[in-house]
């Protein structure tokens, strides 16, 4: 098998054939400067603007930014995103590979491998279990399971790098990547891979990922929040072919495309997203199938959740900006014009907006809160209280509360999607999912552009 | 229909939808300041009226007395609060533009209303006991906030104690003529009973020791 060269930063095929394996990308360090310079000078610029705006003007431009994101994809699902496109039965089944990237995975991969090979599957199957040098004695055992193929790296080298490995060694038309602690349904390959026979074009497909059953409020929010993303984003973005990432957990590819374009870059913190934009460049569509269920484990508490959204975040600017010359280009139909503007401006807004709604509420708290730290003495003797109307709510809110309306409706459209009835245990993560969750989701964006405009190298 | 244009269309009906509901709100809330500007306004016609009335038909200049002391104690509390209300709703107001006219009119109200009234204390011996705060308006004053607290609470235990709250910053004469009268250097400043000017944060006790010397009645 040959796989084409790519360079890793711009992401360019350069036609010439990688000798063995695919091309280890390496950080070419003043490239990464001249990112950290441009975008320190973009947040700088955008900074500045916006101080001599009010906080009511970009909390109005912000929401009105919001409602016609949503606004699109309400048409676009009213426009019939919502229709099942599933493909009719496949007349021939392709032999499928399976590979399955782990590391110190013990308490995980043998319910993964079980739940892999429990799947029904009319053609050839194969499941291979790459082991990225883990130290838990995980790979002494998985040697254990019949039915199986088990490659052991001696050297930890990342999750792409396991996958690449796996790719390398797969015979099957299409492989598919699976995370050590997701956990596919039996049906999943059947719907699936008819995708693939539908339509020579289609590199990728997508299944529907859901998480194993919650157990803290944090993944109980996330168990919505991936109805919402996988389920009814995804439904309706794949309706005008504008997928942007295959999502870790799990996702189907065609060989060819790898053979084309190259293996999945093992120096991006979110290689999915980088594999499906290198993708859209070179013509390669990318399906969701959402009759394909998967089920993944989730961060429990907030801070793990918060360090998966980082990795995520940066990941995610890191590769729009190398995909930058797809932005509004026209080549790349809705997906240059729409989809990536959208994703990278949703995100730059929403860590603006976080910054500024954080610097006015430090500003007023502190109004209000200095006179009782100054001037303690003279207003705890007199038994007062600042005056504050809490009742008093500003007029831009109504727009803040549109934006609101449409995203909840986002939450109970999800909740069709994946065929779920709102239940009484569903009331507190629906709240938290509609009012703090985008907070979190802000919160963390800013976080990201901190982190990856300053240079700041991610430590896993 | 291009699925994009349509969401912008629709977008724009929204946002529309919205621009209107807002000026409802903002409407409201200058419609409820206007009353309150135009009752405090109203008031000072009533005096201007009653002073007339003395100068030309009285048949000595107490006569009038009894009608300023009902005229006067009915706005007590209305004026101070008013000024507050303002400045919430114009900080809370999107599209409004109806404030900076409103201030005006109140401020020039409240400064005739404030000399008005020692002119009233000369001929009626009335016994309310002026209080001048000057705040800045356009500055993070963090003090101006604490003395506004402290007055609030001032205002409920003195009876017959009247404040008036004249922004020091603001250019309109009346108000510059205040200051310069009291010579307002830095804010917050009290001038108790046309006297020295206080500047900087006083305590509740400090401010009822000033009324109370001037003949306020203190709880």
Same mark, same amino acid.
């Given at each position: 098998? @040959?796989?084409?060269?790519?360079?890793?930063?711009?992401?360019?095929?350069?036609?010439?054939?990688?000798?063995?394996?695919?091309?280890?990308?390496?950080?070419?360090?003043?490239?990464?400067?001249?990112?950290?310079?441009?975008?320190?000078?973009?947040?700088?610029?955008?900074?500045?603007?916006?101080? =001599?705006?009010?906080?009511?003007? #970009?909390?109005?431009?912000?929401?009105?930014?919001?409602?016609? *994101?949503?606004?699109?994809?309400?048409? =676009?699902?009213?426009?019939?995103?919502?229709?099942?496109? @599933?493909?009719?039965?496949?007349?021939?089944?392709?032999?499928?590979?399976?590979? #399955? !990237?782990?590391?110190?995975?013990?308490?995980?991969?043998?319910?993964?491998?079980?739940?892999?090979?429990?799947?029904?599957?009319?053609?050839?199957?194969?499941?291979? *279990?790459?082991?990225?040098?883990?130290?838990?004695?995980?790979?002494?055992?998985?040697?254990?399971?019949?039915?199986?193929?088990?490659?052991?790296?001696?050297?930890?080298?990342?999750?792409?790098?396991?996958?690449?490995?796996?790719?390398?060694?797969?015979?099957?038309?299409?492989?598919?990547?699976?995370?050590?602690?997701?956990?596919?349904?039996?049906?999943?390959?059947?719907?699936?891979?008819?995708?693939?026979?539908? /339509?020579?074009?289609?590199?990728?497909?997508?299944?529907?990922?859901?998480?194993?059953?919650?157990?803290?409020?944090?993944?109980?929010?996330?168990?919505? @929040?991936?109805?919402?993303?996988?389920?009814?984003?995804?439904?309706?973005?794949?309706?005008?072919?504008?997928?942007?990432?295959?999502?870790?957990?799990?996702?189907?590819?065609?060989?060819?495309?790898?053979?084309?374009?190259?293996?999945?870059?093992?120096?991006?913190?979110?290689?999915?997203?980088?594999?499906?934009?290198?993708?859209?460049?070179?013509?390669?569509?990318?399906?969701?199938?959402?009759?394909?269920?998967?089920?993944?484990?989730?961060?429990?508490?907030?801070?793990?959740?918060?360090?998966?959204?980082?990795?995520?975040?940066?990941?995610?600017?890191?590769?729009?900006?190398?995909?930058?010359?797809?932005?509004?280009? !026209?080549?790349?139909?809705?997906?240059?014009?729409?989809?990536?503007?959208?994703?990278?401006?949703?995100?730059?807004?929403?860590?603006?907006?976080?910054?500024?709604?954080?610097?006015?509420? $430090?500003?007023?708290?502190?109004?209000?809160?200095?006179?009782?730290?100054?001037?303690?003495?003279?207003?705890?003797?007199?038994?007062?209280?600042?005056?504050?109307?809490?009742?008093?709510?500003?007029?831009?809110?109504?727009?803040?509360?549109?934006?609101? $309306?449409?995203?909840?409706?986002?939450?109970?459209?999800?909740?069709?999607?994946?065929?779920?009835?709102?239940?009484?245990?569903?009331?507190?993560?629906?709240?938290?999912?509609?009012?703090?969750?985008? %907070?979190?989701?802000?919160?963390?964006? %800013?976080?990201?552009?901190?982190?990856?405009?300053?240079?700041?190298?991610?430590?896993? | 229909? &291009?699925?994009?244009?349509?969401?912008?269309?629709?977008?724009? =009906?929204?946002?529309?939808?919205?621009?209107?509901?807002?000026?409802?709100?903002?409407?409201?809330?200058?419609?409820?300041?206007?009353?309150?500007?135009?009752?405090?306004?109203?008031?000072?016609?009533?005096?201007?009226?009653?002073?007339?009335?003395?100068?030309?038909?009285?048949?000595?200049?107490?006569?009038?007395?009894?009608?300023?002391?009902?005229?006067?104690?009915?706005?007590?509390?209305?004026?101070?609060?008013?000024?507050?209300?303002?400045? /919430?709703? @114009?900080?809370?107001?999107?599209?409004?533009?109806?404030?900076?006219?409103?201030?005006?009119?109140?401020?020039?109200?409240?400064?005739?209303?404030?000399?008005?009234?020692?002119?009233?204390?000369?001929?009626?011996?009335?016994?309310?006991?002026?209080?001048?705060?000057?705040?800045?308006?356009?500055?993070?004053?963090?003090?101006?906030?604490?003395?506004?607290?402290?007055?609030?609470?001032?205002?409920?235990?003195?009876? &017959?104690?009247?404040?008036?709250?004249?922004?020091?910053?603001?250019?309109?004469?009346?108000?510059?003529?205040?200051?310069?009268?009291?010579?307002?250097?830095?804010?917050?400043?009290?001038?108790? &009973?046309?006297?020295?000017?206080?500047?900087?944060?006083?305590?509740?006790?400090?401010?009822?020791?000033?009324?109370?010397?001037?003949?306020?009645?203190?709880?």
């Amino acid at each position: 098998m @040959e796989l084409k060269h790519y360079d890793s930063q711009t992401g360019l095929l350069d036609g010439s054939i990688a000798p063995s394996g695919f091309e280890r990308s390496k950080i070419n360090i003043p490239a990464r400067r001249n990112l950290a310079i441009a975008g320190m000078a973009v947040l700088a610029v955008a900074v500045m603007v916006s101080l =001599l705006l009010s906080y009511q003007t #970009i909390f109005i431009t912000y929401s009105i930014f919001t409602i016609f *994101v949503f606004m699109c994809y309400i048409v =676009l699902w009213m426009d019939g995103a919502w229709e099942d496109r @599933e493909p009719a039965s496949a007349k021939e089944w392709p032999h499928v590979s399976l590979i #399955i !990237p782990s590391y110190n995975s013990g308490h995980t991969i043998f319910k993964c491998v079980e739940a892999c090979k429990a799947l029904k599957y009319p053609g050839k199957l194969d499941i291979t *279990v790459v082991d990225d040098g883990s130290t838990d004695g995980s790979c002494e055992k998985l040697h254990a399971i019949e039915g199986i193929r088990v490659i052991r790296k001696e050297k930890n080298e990342g999750k792409a790098a396991a996958m690449n490995a796996g790719i390398l060694a797969s015979k099957g038309e299409i492989v598919g990547c699976v995370d050590s602690d997701t956990y596919p349904k039996e049906d999943a390959l059947l719907h699936a891979v008819k995708y693939f026979g539908a /339509d020579r074009k289609v590199g990728s497909v997508v299944l529907f990922i859901n998480t194993t059953p919650p157990r803290t409020f944090i993944q109980a929010v996330q168990e919505m @929040e991936y109805w919402i993303s996988f389920g009814f984003f995804f439904k309706t973005i794949a309706a005008i072919d504008g997928l942007y990432v295959t999502p870790g957990p799990m996702a189907l590819y065609r060989k060819k495309m790898f053979e084309e374009l190259g293996g999945f870059d093992e120096k991006n913190l979110t290689e999915d997203m980088e594999i499906a934009l290198r993708m859209q460049r070179h013509g390669w569509k990318i399906k969701a199938c959402h009759t394909s269920v998967v089920f993944t484990e989730v961060p429990a508490t907030l801070k793990a959740l918060y360090r998966q959204r980082l990795r995520w975040f940066r990941g995610g600017i890191m590769n729009m900006l190398k995909y930058i010359d797809m932005f509004f280009n !026209p080549k790349h139909g809705n997906f240059g014009l729409f989809i990536l503007p959208v994703t990278l401006g949703s995100g730059f807004f929403s860590a603006l907006f976080i910054l500024w709604t954080i610097l006015n509420y $430090v500003r007023a708290g502190a109004g209000y809160a200095a006179p009782w730290f100054s001037h303690f003495s003279v207003l705890a003797a007199s038994g007062i209280s600042v005056p504050f109307d809490p009742f008093l709510l500003d007029s831009a809110l109504i727009f803040g509360f549109i934006s609101l $309306v449409m995203w909840s409706y986002f939450v109970y459209m999800s909740f069709t999607i994946s065929s779920q009835k709102p239940v009484l245990r569903h009331a507190l993560p629906m709240l938290g999912i509609i009012y703090l969750f985008p %907070l979190f989701i802000g919160f963390t964006y %800013l976080s990201a552009y901190a982190h990856e405009f300053s240079g700041k190298r991610y430590r896993w | 229909m &291009n699925p994009f244009l349509k969401a912008a269309l629709l977008t724009a =009906l929204v946002v529309v939808l919205a621009f209107f509901t807002v000026s409802q709100i903002d409407n409201a809330r200058a419609n409820d300041v206007k009353k309150n500007v135009d009752s405090v306004l109203a008031q000072k016609q009533a005096e201007d009226v009653l002073a007339q009335y003395s100068r030309v038909l009285a048949k000595s200049p107490q006569e009038q007395c009894p009608y300023l002391f009902s005229l006067r104690q009915k706005q007590l509390d209305r004026t101070y609060s008013l000024a507050l209300r303002m400045q /919430d709703y @114009e900080r809370s107001n999107v599209l409004n533009s109806e404030y900076e006219q409103l201030k005006t009119s109140y401020l020039l109200g409240l400064a005739s209303m404030y000399i008005s009234g020692f002119d009233n204390r000369k001929t009626c011996g009335a016994d309310e006991i002026p209080l001048a705060f000057f705040y800045e308006e356009n500055s993070q004053c963090q003090d101006c906030l604490a003395q506004n607290a402290v007055l609030s609470n001032v205002a409920k235990r003195c009876k &017959n104690v009247r404040i008036y709250a004249f922004p020091a910053d603001n250019p309109l004469e009346p108000v510059k003529i205040l200051a310069d009268r009291y010579n307002i250097g830095a804010v917050p400043a009290i001038v108790v &009973n046309d006297g020295t000017a206080q500047s900087g944060l006083q305590g509740e006790q400090a401010v009822i020791g000033m009324l109370s010397a001037s003949g306020a009645v203190c709880q």
